[in-house]
């Protein structure tokens, strides 16, 4: 080989050798980029789901506060504060209620319920105030006492007597008739009711019961006494009958949309606190919330 043909061959070598060096130094470019790219996704990927998973557990523990407040609130229509907290009392969440006793038109018994509930794991707490009222918002007048009125209902409860239904009173008990009733405050009977001392052992003047007969007669037994508020109601053209044996008795008031065939041979007794002592009774309050005092912070 001439001296010509090895430098040539030399030069060949080198030439080779700087440019797979050079495709090598490219190679681990390539190579740095990815992994620094699969790093950077990675990162990205996970940051991602903690993020999703900080947005879930926080809706999640939202849900748990907003439930817990209505439970609150719905037991509070019928429970006092400290059996609602002691029943309702869960670890992870704080709960404290304001009370604050009102009067509303004609000596109406409400109450107003501050209601804070914080989440001890999460920055969120939620606060409401709401208002519990008696589904009986207003006690007969003289005039309507023993007596028919086919605004009736719109006085008594403020609806119409289409409106007004057996779910208006959230503990009623609804039956075709009165045999056989269990212990309730607030009765809707759909048809003829007929009342005996039996059926009334767990009322009196202290406590008083409502009992609605819709399109039917009714009858109180001889010996039996009622104490509360009765309300007589027709939807139809039908006519209805009142029959109060001898020795029975209504004290409170009875209350009729339509004017009634009777016949009255017991003793009809107003009783405006027999008509308080129902109005303030718990079994038929309502409750609901007060516009524009929700607040939330997260």
Not at 183 to 195: K, P
Request: one cysteine or more.
């Amino acid at each position: 080989m001439s001296y010509a043909q090895n430098a040539k061959l030399k030069s060949y070598f080198f030439n080779s050798k700087e440019q797979g060096m050079a495709i090598l130094a490219i190679v681990g470019i390539l190579l740095s980029v990815v992994t620094f790219t699969t790093i950077i996704t990675s990162q990205n990927v996970q940051q991602y789901y903690a993020i999703q998973k900080i947005r879930q557990d926080t809706k999640s523990a939202n849900a748990i506060v907003k439930k817990h407040l209505k439970d609150v609130v719905m037991a509070l229509r019928t429970q006092s504060v400290s059996t609602v907290l002691n029943t309702l009392n869960k670890p992870f969440l704080s709960t404290t209620v304001h009370t604050e006793s009102l009067e509303g038109v004609e000596q109406q018994p409400l109450t107003q319920y501050e209601v804070s509930i914080s989440h001890n794991a999460e920055n969120i707490k939620i606060k409401a105030n709401f208002l519990r009222y008696p589904a009986l918002l207003r006690l007969p007048t003289a005039a309507q006492l023993f007596s028919w009125d086919s605004q009736v209902t719109h006085r008594l409860f403020n609806r119409s007597v289409a409106n007004l239904s057996a779910v208006f009173f959230p503990n009623s008990v609804t039956a075709t008739s009165c045999h056989s009733l269990v212990d309730a405050t607030v009765y809707w009977i759909n048809g003829d009711c007929v009342l005996t001392q039996s059926d009334l052992t767990h009322t009196s003047s202290l406590a008083p019961v409502l009992i609605i007969v819709v399109d039917g007669n009714l009858t109180i037994n001889a010996n039996t006494h009622f104490f509360g508020l009765i309300v007589m109601l027709s939807t139809n053209a039908s006519i209805q009958t009142l029959d109060l044996a001898h020795s029975s008795s209504i004290e409170g008031a009875f209350v009729s949309n339509t004017q009634l065939q009777s016949q009255i041979d017991g003793l009809l007794t107003p009783s405006v606190q027999v008509l308080k002592a129902l109005q303030a009774d718990t079994e038929i309050a309502k409750i609901i919330p007060v516009p524009g005092t929700w607040y939330d912070a997260y």
